[in-house]
C-alpha cells in the first residue's frame, strides 16, 4: 500500500509539474480532486505544488486557503504566493507575507527577493527596499544581474538618481535592461538630456537595445525635441525590426507628431503590420498642432480602411481639426457618426462640439449641442461662454454665466478668464467690477491669467489707475503682465509712460517678445523719439525678431512717423513677407511728410506686387492727388474707388471732396459729399476751405449754413475757414460773433478775451512759435488778417499782444496789413524787430517793406532792402516784389531804372508793371514810354478805359491832340461795344 501511494504521490508530482506550465485551472482543480481520493493533500511536496498550481492560475483564494492548511510551505510555495500578490497589485499583500516568511525557516531565493523589490518600486517603499538591499547583500544575491536590475529599477521608480547612478555602476553587467532603467530614471525626473547622454554612452559600449531602450529613448527625444538622434533611434530600430513593434511605432508616431513632421508619423503607420487608435490618434493629433487639417481628415477615413475604429480621443482631434479650418460641413458629418458610435454623451466630446460650433459662429447649434449634455460641467458652460464671447455677444455671454451660477456651479479660472473678455466691449465697466469682486471672494485673484485679464478689461477699458492697481498688486509680473500695461497706455495716448514701462520690465530683467516691441516702436512712433526707436531696432535685430512681419511693419511705421524715411523704406526693403500693412505704413510715413510724388510712385509698385489698394492706401493717393494737383489721375483713382465700393466710407469720402475742392472743383467735391451715407465735420470743413480758397465765399457761407442744419458741429478749423471768409467779404461784425462763438465752445485754449486793449504801442518780444496748436494759430491768424483788411488795426495788434506765441503768418498779416494803410513807422519797426530774430523773416514780410518805401519815396531803403533779401537771405525775388521796386523807381521819377528791372526780370511783366509805368509815363512826360506802356496795357486788358484816359492825357500834355483825338475816339467806342 505505501508503495503504491509512493507511486500515486510521483505521478500527481509529474501531473501538477506539467500543469503548472500550462496554467490551466479546471485541471489544476480535477487533479487536487483526485489527490483528495488518494488522501495525499497533506503530503508534503504535493501541498507545496498545488499552492504554486493556484498561484500561477491566479486562483488567490484557493492558493491561500491550501497555503493555510500546509504543515510546511517551502520556498517555492512562499514565492509563488508572493509573486502572485504582486501581480495582482496587492502589494501590501506580498511585503506581509514576506514579513511572516522571515518569521519561519525558509530561506528567500532571489526570486522570491525579486517580487518583494517590484512591490517596494509599486508602493515607493523606499525604507523597505532599503532593509531588503541590506538582506541581499548578506545573502551574496547582490551580484546577481537579475536582482540587480531590480534593485536598480526599486531606486529608479523611488527618484533616488543618485542611488541608481552608484547601483548601476556596481552592476558586475550591465545589459539593455539595466541601461533601459537607468535612462527612464533620467526621463522620470525630467533630466532628458541625462537620459539622451546614456543612450549614447549605451550605444557606445556596444550594448544591443531591446524594444523597451527604443521606447525609452525615443520618448526623451521627444522630451528634449532631439529631432536627428530622434531620427538616429527610428533608423537603428529599422535595423534590428523594433520598428515593426506597436510599442515601438507608437512612440515612433507620438514622437514625428510631436516634432511636427506628421508626414514621417504616417510612413511609420504605414510600415507597421498592424495599428491601432493609439497611433493614429497621435498622427491626426500631429496634423492639427501642425495645422495641416485637411490632412487630419484624411486620418480619419484611412484608419478605418485599416479596420482601427475611432475612439473619443479620435473624434475629439477630428473635431478640432474642423474647428481649425472653420469647416462647419465637415464637423457636422463627425456629429453624426459620433451619434451613431454612442460617444456624443461623454462630457469631453460634448464639449469639443460646443467649442466647434462656436468657433464657426453658429450658435443655435452650439445651444442645442449645449442642451443635450447628458450633464454640464463647469467646462461645458465656460465653452459656452467663450463662444459667445468670441462671436461678439457679449451680453448673452453675461446671461449664461448668471444661469451658470444660480445652478450652483463654481465657475473656474476658464470660466472668468472667459466672462472678463465679455466685460471688454461692454460701455460699462460696472459689471465687470461686479466680476471682480466676486474673482477676489473666491481667490482666484491669485491666479495670475486670471488677474492678466483683469488688467487687460481695466486697461481697454481706459480705466488706467484701476489698471496700473491690479499690476502693481501682482505677485509676480510675467511678460504678459507688462505687455498689457504697456500696449494700454499706448492705446490711450500716454506714449511717454509706455517708453518708461518698457525700461522699468528691462530693468526687471525680463526679455521682452514681439508683442512688447510693437506698441513701444509705435509710442516711439508717436512721440517721433528716432533714437530709442534705433536702440529698439538693433536690440530687436540681435533678438531674431527681424524676420517676424508685424514686427517689421511695426518698424516701418515708426521710421516713417519719426520722418526717417530712409531708414523706414530700407527697412520695408529687407522683409521677408511684404504684406498690404507693410505697404500701408511706408506709403503713408511718405503721404505725412508731403513727398507726394513718392506716395504715388509707391501706390503704383504696390499694385506691381500684386496687391490692391484698400481705405489707407486710398487716403493717402487722393491726398497725394489733391497736393500735386493732379486730378486728372484723382478722378482715375476715384473710379477705381467706385468700382470697389469705398467711396461711402467716411476717411475716403472726406479725402475726396478734399482733393475736389483745392483742386477747384466745388461741384464735385459736393456730389461726393452728398454721396456719403456720414457727412462729418471733417467733410463739410474740406468743402467750405475749398470754396472759401477759391474765393467763393458766398458759397462757403451757404455750405456752413447747410452744414449747421445737419447737425455737425463745426471744428476750430471750420471756425477759421468762416474767419477768413468774412475777412474776404469785410463783414467785420460777422467775423466777431464767429470769434465769439470759438471763445463760448471751448475750442480754443489760449488768447481769451484777445479783443481787450493792450497798452503797448506795438509787440516787442520774440515769438516762440509751436506753442500752439495749428488750428489755434490759423483762427487767431484768421482774427488778425479780418481786422487788417477792415483797417481795425488797433484790434488785430490787439489780438496779437494776447497771443502767447506768433508764427510767420501773423507777421506777415499785421505788416501787410500796416502796409495797406500806409504805415510807414509800424511796418519798420515790425520788420526791424523780426529781423532781431533772424528766425521769420520771409519773402511776403519784405514786400511789405517795399510796398511803403514805395508809397513813401523811400528809394535808397527800398533798394537796401531788396539787394538784403536776396544777397543775405537768399530769397528769389517774385513778379510781386519786382513790381514794388518798378514802383518805387517809378515813383522817384528814375524811369530808365524802372525800365531795366522791366528787362532784366525773369517773368512776363503783368498788367500791374504796364499799369505802373503807364501811370508815371503820364507824370514825367514820357510820351515813347507811355506809349508802349499802353499798347502792352490794351494788349492784356481791352477793356481797361482808364489806361485810355491816361493815354489821352500823355498825348494832350505833350500837344499831340490828334493822337490824343484818336483815343479818345477808341475808348468811345470801346464804352459802345461794351455797351
Given at each position: 500500500?505505501?508503495?503504491?501511494?509512493?507511486?500515486?504521490?510521483?505521478?500527481?508530482?509529474?501531473?501538477?509539474?506539467?500543469?503548472?506550465?500550462?496554467?490551466?485551472?479546471?485541471?489544476?482543480?480535477?487533479?487536487?480532486?483526485?489527490?483528495?481520493?488518494?488522501?495525499?493533500?497533506?503530503?508534503?511536496?504535493?501541498?507545496?505544488?498545488l499552492v504554486q498550481n493556484y498561484a500561477g492560475c491566479r486562483s488567490m483564494q484557493d492558493a491561500q486557503f491550501l497555503f493555510n492548511r500546509l504543515a510546511y510551505a517551502d520556498e517555492y510555495a512562499w514565492t509563488s504566493?508572493?509573486?502572485?500578490?504582486?501581480?495582482?497589485?496587492?502589494?501590501?499583500?506580498?511585503?506581509?507575507?514576506?514579513?511572516?516568511?522571515?518569521?519561519?525557516?525558509?530561506?528567500?531565493?532571489?526570486?522570491?527577493?525579486?517580487?518583494?523589490?517590484?512591490?517596494?518600486?509599486?508602493?515607493?517603499?523606499?525604507?523597505?527596499?532599503?532593509?531588503?538591499?541590506?538582506?541581499?547583500?548578506?545573502?551574496?544575491?547582490?551580484?546577481?544581474?537579475?536582482?540587480?536590475?531590480?534593485?536598480?529599477?526599486?531606486?529608479?521608480?523611488?527618484?533616488?538618481?543618485?542611488?541608481?547612478?552608484?547601483?548601476?555602476?556596481?552592476?558586475?553587467?550591465?545589459?539593455?535592461?539595466?541601461?533601459?532603467?537607468?535612462?527612464?530614471?533620467?526621463?522620470?525626473?525630467?533630466?532628458?538630456?541625462?537620459?539622451?547622454?546614456?543612450?549614447?554612452?549605451?550605444?557606445?559600449?556596444?550594448?544591443?537595445?531591446?524594444?523597451?531602450?527604443?521606447?525609452?529613448?525615443?520618448?526623451?527625444?521627444?522630451?528634449?525635441?532631439?529631432?536627428?538622434?530622434?531620427?538616429?533611434?527610428?533608423?537603428?530600430?529599422?535595423?534590428?525590426?523594433?520598428?515593426?513593434?506597436?510599442?515601438?511605432?507608437?512612440?515612433?508616431?507620438?514622437?514625428?507628431?510631436?516634432?511636427?513632421?506628421?508626414?514621417?508619423?504616417?510612413?511609420?503607420?504605414?510600415?507597421?503590420?498592424?495599428?491601432?487608435?493609439?497611433?493614429?490618434?497621435?498622427?491626426?493629433?500631429?496634423?492639427?498642432?501642425?495645422?495641416?487639417?485637411?490632412?487630419?481628415?484624411?486620418?480619419?477615413?484611412?484608419?478605418?480602411?485599416?479596420?482601427?475604429?475611432?475612439?473619443?480621443?479620435?473624434?475629439?482631434?477630428?473635431?478640432?481639426?474642423?474647428?481649425?479650418?472653420?469647416?462647419?460641413?465637415?464637423?457636422?458629418?463627425?456629429?453624426?457618426?459620433?451619434?451613431?458610435?454612442?460617444?456624443?454623451?461623454?462630457?469631453?466630446?460634448?464639449?469639443?462640439?460646443?467649442?466647434?460650433?462656436?468657433?464657426?459662429?453658429?450658435?443655435?447649434?452650439?445651444?442645442?449641442?449645449?442642451?443635450?449634455?447628458?450633464?454640464?460641467?463647469?467646462?461645458?458652460?465656460?465653452?459656452?461662454?467663450?463662444?459667445?464671447?468670441?462671436?461678439?455677444?457679449?451680453?448673452?455671454?453675461?446671461?449664461?454665466?448668471?444661469?451658470?451660477?444660480?445652478?450652483?456651479?463654481?465657475?473656474?479660472?476658464?470660466?472668468?478668464?472667459?466672462?472678463?473678455?465679455?466685460?471688454?466691449?461692454?460701455?460699462?465697466?460696472?459689471?465687470?467690477?461686479?466680476?471682480?469682486?466676486?474673482?477676489?471672494?473666491?481667490?482666484?485673484?491669485?491666479?495670475?491669467?486670471?488677474?492678466?485679464?483683469?488688467?487687460?478689461?481695466?486697461?481697454?477699458?481706459?480705466?488706467?489707475?484701476?489698471?496700473?492697481?491690479?499690476?502693481?498688486?501682482?505677485?509676480?509680473?510675467?511678460?504678459?503682465?507688462?505687455n498689457t500695461l504697456i500696449t494700454g497706455y499706448v492705446e490711450h495716448g500716454l506714449d511717454s509712460e509706455c517708453l518708461l514701462l518698457y525700461e522699468q520690465l528691462r530693468l526687471e530683467g525680463l526679455i521682452p517678445d514681439?508683442?512688447?516691441?510693437?506698441?513701444?516702436?509705435?509710442?516711439?512712433?508717436?512721440?517721433?523719439?528716432?533714437?530709442?526707436?534705433?536702440?529698439?531696432?538693433?536690440?530687436?535685430?540681435?533678438?531674431?525678431?527681424?524676420?517676424?512681419?508685424?514686427?517689421?511693419?511695426?518698424?516701418?511705421?515708426?521710421?516713417?512717423?519719426?520722418?526717417?524715411?530712409?531708414?523706414?523704406?530700407?527697412?520695408?526693403?529687407?522683409?521677408?513677407?511684404?504684406?498690404?500693412?507693410?505697404?500701408?505704413?511706408?506709403?503713408?510715413?511718405?503721404?505725412?511728410?508731403?513727398?507726394?510724388?513718392?506716395?504715388?510712385?509707391?501706390?503704383?509698385?504696390?499694385?506691381?506686387?500684386?496687391?490692391?489698394?484698400?481705405?489707407?492706401?486710398?487716403?493717402?493717393?487722393?491726398?497725394?492727388?489733391?497736393?500735386?494737383?493732379?486730378?486728372?489721375?484723382?478722378?482715375?483713382?476715384?473710379?477705381?474707388?467706385?468700382?470697389?465700393?469705398?467711396?461711402?466710407?467716411?476717411?475716403?469720402?472726406?479725402?475726396?471732396?478734399?482733393?475736389?475742392?483745392?483742386?477747384?472743383?466745388?461741384?464735385?467735391?459736393?456730389?461726393?459729399?452728398?454721396?456719403?451715407?456720414?457727412?462729418?465735420?471733417?467733410?463739410?470743413?474740406?468743402?467750405?476751405?475749398?470754396?472759401?480758397?477759391?474765393?467763393?465765399?458766398?458759397?462757403?457761407?451757404?455750405?456752413?449754413?447747410?452744414?449747421?442744419?445737419?447737425?455737425?458741429?463745426?471744428?476750430?478749423?471750420?471756425?477759421?475757414?468762416?474767419?477768413?471768409?468774412?475777412?474776404?467779404?469785410?463783414?467785420?461784425?460777422?467775423?466777431?460773433?464767429?470769434?465769439?462763438?470759438?471763445?463760448?465752445?471751448?475750442?480754443?485754449?489760449?488768447?481769451?478775451?484777445?479783443?481787450?486793449?493792450?497798452?503797448?504801442?506795438?509787440?516787442?518780444?520774440?515769438?516762440?512759435?509751436?506753442?500752439?496748436?495749428?488750428?489755434?494759430?490759423?483762427?487767431?491768424?484768421?482774427?488778425?488778417?479780418?481786422?487788417?483788411?477792415?483797417?481795425?488795426?488797433?484790434?488785430?495788434?490787439?489780438?496779437?499782444?494776447?497771443?502767447?506765441?506768433?508764427?510767420?503768418?501773423?507777421?506777415?498779416?499785421?505788416?501787410?496789413?500796416?502796409?495797406?494803410?500806409?504805415?510807414?513807422?509800424?511796418?519798420?519797426?515790425?520788420?526791424?524787430?523780426?529781423?532781431?530774430?533772424?528766425?521769420?523773416?520771409?519773402?511776403?514780410?519784405?514786400?511789405?517793406?517795399?510796398?511803403?518805401?514805395?508809397?513813401?519815396?523811400?528809394?535808397?531803403?527800398?533798394?537796401?532792402?531788396?539787394?538784403?533779401?536776396?544777397?543775405?537771405?537768399?530769397?528769389?525775388?517774385?513778379?510781386?516784389?519786382?513790381?514794388?521796386?518798378?514802383?518805387?523807381?517809378?515813383?522817384?521819377?528814375?524811369?530808365?531804372?524802372?525800365?531795366?528791372?522791366?528787362?532784366?526780370?525773369?517773368?512776363?511783366?503783368?498788367?500791374?508793371?504796364?499799369?505802373?509805368?503807364?501811370?508815371?509815363?503820364?507824370?514825367?512826360?514820357?510820351?515813347?514810354?507811355?506809349?508802349?506802356?499802353?499798347?502792352?496795357?490794351?494788349?492784356?486788358?481791352?477793356?481797361?478805359?482808364?489806361?485810355?484816359?491816361?493815354?489821352?492825357?500823355?498825348?494832350?500834355?505833350?500837344?499831340?491832340?490828334?493822337?490824343?483825338?484818336?483815343?479818345?475816339?477808341?475808348?468811345?467806342?470801346?464804352?459802345v461795344s461794351h455797351y
Amino acid at each position: 500500500m505505501g508503495s503504491t501511494c509512493a507511486a500515486s504521490a510521483e505521478q500527481f508530482i509529474s501531473l501538477l509539474s506539467k500543469c503548472k506550465k500550462l496554467k490551466d485551472l479546471s485541471l489544476s482543480r480535477e487533479i487536487h480532486t483526485r489527490i483528495a481520493l488518494f488522501g495525499l493533500e497533506a503530503h508534503l511536496v504535493i501541498g507545496n505544488y498545488l499552492v504554486q498550481n493556484y498561484a500561477g492560475c491566479r486562483s488567490m483564494q484557493d492558493a491561500q486557503f491550501l497555503f493555510n492548511r500546509l504543515a510546511y510551505a517551502d520556498e517555492y510555495a512562499w514565492t509563488s504566493l508572493i509573486h502572485s500578490h504582486v501581480e495582482y497589485g496587492e502589494y501590501n499583500d506580498a511585503l506581509h507575507l514576506f514579513h511572516s516568511m522571515e518569521g519561519t525557516l525558509v530561506q528567500p531565493s532571489k526570486y522570491t527577493f525579486v517580487a518583494v523589490l517590484k512591490a517596494c518600486a509599486h508602493l515607493k517603499a523606499l525604507e523597505i527596499g532599503l532593509c531588503i538591499h541590506l538582506r541581499i547583500v548578506k545573502m551574496g544575491y547582490d551580484i546577481d544581474s537579475y536582482i540587480g536590475n531590480t534593485l536598480l529599477n526599486m531606486y529608479s521608480i523611488n527618484n533616488t538618481l543618485l542611488e541608481t547612478k552608484k547601483l548601476f555602476e556596481l552592476l558586475p553587467k550591465k545589459v539593455a535592461v539595466s541601461w533601459n532603467i537607468l535612462i527612464a530614471g533620467y526621463r522620470d525626473f525630467g533630466l532628458t538630456d541625462k537620459a539622451l547622454e546614456c543612450l549614447n554612452e549605451m550605444q557606445s559600449q556596444n550594448v544591443l537595445p531591446n524594444e523597451v531602450t527604443f521606447l525609452e529613448g525615443l520618448q526623451a527625444c521627444c522630451s528634449f525635441r532631439a529631432v536627428s538622434k530622434g531620427r538616429g533611434l527610428h533608423s537603428e530600430a529599422i535595423k534590428l525590426g523594433a520598428d515593426e513593434d506597436l510599442s515601438v511605432g507608437t512612440t515612433l508616431v507620438n514622437m514625428y507628431s510631436k516634432f511636427g513632421l506628421p508626414v514621417e508619423a504616417q510612413t511609420v503607420i504605414h510600415h507597421l503590420r498592424t495599428s491601432s487608435v493609439v497611433c493614429w490618434n497621435a498622427l491626426i493629433t500631429g496634423y492639427v498642432e501642425s495645422f495641416s487639417v485637411q490632412e487630419a481628415l484624411k486620418c480619419l477615413d484611412q484608419m478605418q480602411h485599416y479596420g482601427v475604429a475611432p475612439n473619443s480621443v479620435t473624434f475629439i482631434y477630428g473635431i478640432k481639426a474642423c474647428t481649425v479650418s472653420q469647416d462647419l460641413i465637415g464637423g457636422q458629418i463627425l456629429h453624426s457618426e459620433i451619434i451613431v458610435t454612442g460617444f456624443d454623451h461623454l462630457p469631453d466630446v460634448g464639449n469639443s462640439l460646443v467649442d466647434f460650433y462656436a468657433k464657426c459662429g453658429t450658435m443655435l447649434e452650439t445651444c442645442d449641442v449645449f442642451d443635450k449634455l447628458p450633464k454640464r460641467s463647469v467646462v461645458s458652460w465656460s465653452s459656452l461662454i467663450r463662444g459667445y464671447v468670441e462671436n461678439c455677444v457679449n451680453d448673452d455671454a453675461l446671461k449664461c454665466f448668471g444661469k451658470m451660477n444660480s445652478e450652483g456651479l463654481f465657475p473656474d479660472a476658464a470660466t472668468y478668464v472667459c466672462v472678463l473678455q465679455a466685460c471688454e466691449g461692454l460701455e460699462s465697466q460696472n459689471i465687470g467690477r461686479d466680476v471682480h469682486v466676486m474673482i477676489v471672494k473666491v481667490g482666484h485673484e491669485k491666479n495670475l491669467y486670471v488677474s492678466n485679464m483683469l488688467l487687460n478689461m481695466y486697461m481697454k477699458g481706459g480705466h488706467l489707475a484701476d489698471g496700473r492697481g491690479i499690476f502693481n498688486s501682482l505677485q509676480y509680473q510675467n511678460l504678459i503682465s507688462w505687455n498689457t500695461l504697456i500696449t494700454g497706455y499706448v492705446e490711450h495716448g500716454l506714449d511717454s509712460e509706455c517708453l518708461l514701462l518698457y525700461e522699468q520690465l528691462r530693468l526687471e530683467g525680463l526679455i521682452p517678445d514681439v508683442t512688447t516691441f510693437i506698441p513701444v516702436l509705435k509710442a516711439c512712433g508717436f512721440q517721433k523719439n528716432t533714437l530709442i526707436g534705433q536702440q529698439l531696432h538693433a536690440f530687436i535685430v540681435c533678438m531674431g525678431f527681424e524676420s517676424d512681419t508685424f514686427l517689421g511693419n511695426s518698424i516701418v511705421d515708426m521710421y516713417s512717423k519719426c520722418g526717417s524715411l530712409v531708414e523706414a523704406h530700407y527697412v520695408f526693403a529687407l522683409l521677408l513677407t511684404q504684406t498690404r500693412v507693410s505697404w500701408n505704413s511706408i506709403i503713408t510715413g511718405f503721404s505725412e511728410y508731403g513727398l507726394s510724388e513718392d506716395v504715388l510712385r509707391l501706390a503704383r509698385e504696390m499694385n506691381d506686387a500684386c496687391f490692391s489698394s484698400d481705405i489707407t492706401t486710398y487716403v493717402c493717393i487722393i491726398k497725394a492727388c489733391r497736393s500735386l494737383k493732379l486730378i486728372v489721375d484723382g478722378q482715375k483713382y476715384h473710379k477705381e474707388i467706385i468700382v470697389k465700393g469705398l467711396e461711402g466710407h467716411l476717411y475716403v469720402g472726406s479725402a475726396l471732396v478734399d482733393m475736389y475742392a483745392n483742386c477747384g472743383l466745388p461741384v464735385e467735391a459736393q456730389m461726393v459729399l452728398n454721396g456719403l451715407p456720414g457727412r462729418n465735420v471733417v467733410t463739410w470743413t474740406s468743402l467750405i476751405t475749398g470754396y472759401m480758397e477759391l474765393g467763393l465765399d458766398l458759397d462757403a457761407l451757404e455750405c456752413f449754413g447747410r452744414m449747421l442744419a445737419d447737425h455737425i458741429s463745426p471744428s476750430i478749423i471750420t471756425y477759421a475757414s468762416i474767419l477768413r471768409v468774412y475777412s474776404n467779404l469785410l463783414v467785420l461784425s460777422k467775423g466777431e460773433e464767429v470769434y465769439s462763438r470759438i471763445i463760448k465752445e471751448g475750442l480754443l485754449s489760449s488768447c481769451e478775451g484777445c479783443l481787450g486793449k493792450c497798452e503797448n504801442k506795438l509787440p516787442c518780444r520774440q515769438s516762440q512759435a509751436g506753442e500752439l496748436e495749428d488750428a489755434e494759430f490759423f483762427v487767431m491768424n484768421s482774427l488778425i488778417d479780418m481786422y487788417c483788411k477792415c483797417g481795425n488795426m488797433l484790434d488785430a495788434h490787439n489780438v496779437f499782444g494776447r497771443m502767447d506765441a506768433v508764427d510767420p503768418v501773423t507777421w506777415n498779416a499785421l505788416l501787410i496789413g500796416y502796409a495797406r494803410q500806409g504805415n510807414t513807422e509800424n511796418v519798420l519797426h515790425i520788420f526791424n524787430e523780426v529781423q532781431e530774430t533772424s528766425e521769420y523773416l520771409n519773402e511776403v514780410m519784405f514786400l511789405a517793406v517795399l510796398t511803403v518805401c514805395s508809397h513813401d519815396g523811400l528809394i535808397i531803403l527800398g533798394k537796401e532792402c531788396f539787394q538784403m533779401m536776396i544777397k543775405e537771405y537768399c530769397f528769389f525775388p517774385t513778379l510781386e516784389h519786382l513790381n514794388c521796386l518798378t514802383d518805387l523807381f517809378s515813383r522817384a521819377g528814375q524811369l530808365e531804372a524802372a525800365v531795366a528791372i522791366l528787362e532784366s526780370m525773369p517773368y512776363e511783366p503783368d498788367l500791374v508793371t504796364w499799369s505802373t509805368l503807364l501811370g508815371a509815363s503820364r507824370i514825367f512826360a514820357d510820351v515813347h514810354l507811355g506809349k508802349q506802356s499802353f499798347e502792352w496795357v490794351a494788349r492784356l486788358d481791352r477793356g481797361n478805359a482808364a489806361a485810355f484816359i491816361v493815354m489821352s492825357n500823355i498825348y494832350a500834355e505833350a500837344d499831340m491832340w490828334e493822337d490824343a483825338e484818336r483815343i479818345d475816339s477808341e475808348r468811345h467806342m470801346l464804352d459802345v461795344s461794351h455797351y
